[in-house]
């Protein structure tokens, strides 16, 4: 039974996978976020969320958590044979509240886990899943809140930590603990602009300083803030400003 029922707290920091197996998280004490499949949500105490195998997930535990998470392979006894339809539970991401009689059976399950002579895991999880199937409303959509926000003063801090260097969207992706596909789409939502667009701008705002602030060379400023040369550096910068950097650096020098 403890091979696929665990009680742990998850990490205080944002984490991401996926696995081949079903798996069901029901928070006991303290907060998680969740993002199954792009459904955000948070796992409260005696709420939950079901995750279907091979879909990336990422979760954060707030603080102090502890969570009761159940592992099912897709072969396990509670989704086979006569149980086979429970297999609908997985069909897409979820959340839910336990009612009274869940919260009693699951503090029922919990002791026993605690207990030597403890009954049968595979009825413990069948009871479960079957009294979750039991209170699904088969034409609910997922219920979800909007997905986390980004935060956008952490990749801008990455971008000038890294200003000299090639930037790429997996670089940002991997700061915000995305794919690349989603990152990108919820950068432009959030945002307006694209990863290339925010890297492009902080490049040319930190150029602009150098420029106005000291009298480093052109060239120099260019491979500092990631331009291949002082022309590129020129070009960009007259298409984001109107004017050449030449040009803010004589004014600078007035």
Request: aromatic residues 8%; charged residues 20%; contains cysteine.
């Amino acid at each position: 039974m403890t091979d696929i029922i665990r009680l742990k707290p998850l990490d205080n920091a944002i984490q991401h996978h996926h696995h081949d197996y079903h798996q069901i998280v029901i928070g006991l004490s303290g907060y998680a976020e969740f993002e199954v499949g792009g459904h955000g949500g948070v796992v409260a105490p005696l709420s939950g969320c079901l995750v279907p195998a091979n879909v990336e997930h990422y979760y954060e535990g707030i603080g102090d958590n502890r969570q009761l998470i159940i592992d099912l392979p897709d072969d396990d006894a509670s989704l086979t044979g006569s149980q086979r339809e429970l297999r609908r539970l997985f069909d897409r991401p979820g959340y839910f509240s336990l009612d009274e009689s869940l919260q009693h059976f699951i503090q029922f399950l919990l002791h026993e886990m605690a207990s030597p002579q403890h009954a049968p895991g595979d009825l413990l999880i069948t009871t479960l899943l079957s009294s979750l199937d039991a209170r699904r409303d088969p034409a609910e959509t997922v219920s979800s809140r909007p997905a986390r926000t980004l935060d956008v003063a952490r990749l801008e801090r990455f971008v000038h930590a890294h200003l000299d260097r090639r930037i790429s969207v997996a670089d940002l992706a991997r700061v915000a603990c995305l794919s690349e596909a989603h990152f990108s789409e919820r950068f432009r939502q959030q945002t307006g602009l694209s990863p290339y667009q925010f890297v492009m701008r902080q490049r040319l705002e930190a150029a602009r300083h150098l420029i106005t602030s000291s009298d480093t060379p052109l060239s120099e400023i260019a491979e500092r803030t990631g331009f291949a040369s002082q022309s590129g550096l020129s070009h960009a910068f007259r298409r984001h400003f109107g004017y050449p950097p030449v040009t803010l650096r004589r004014q600078t020098l007035v």
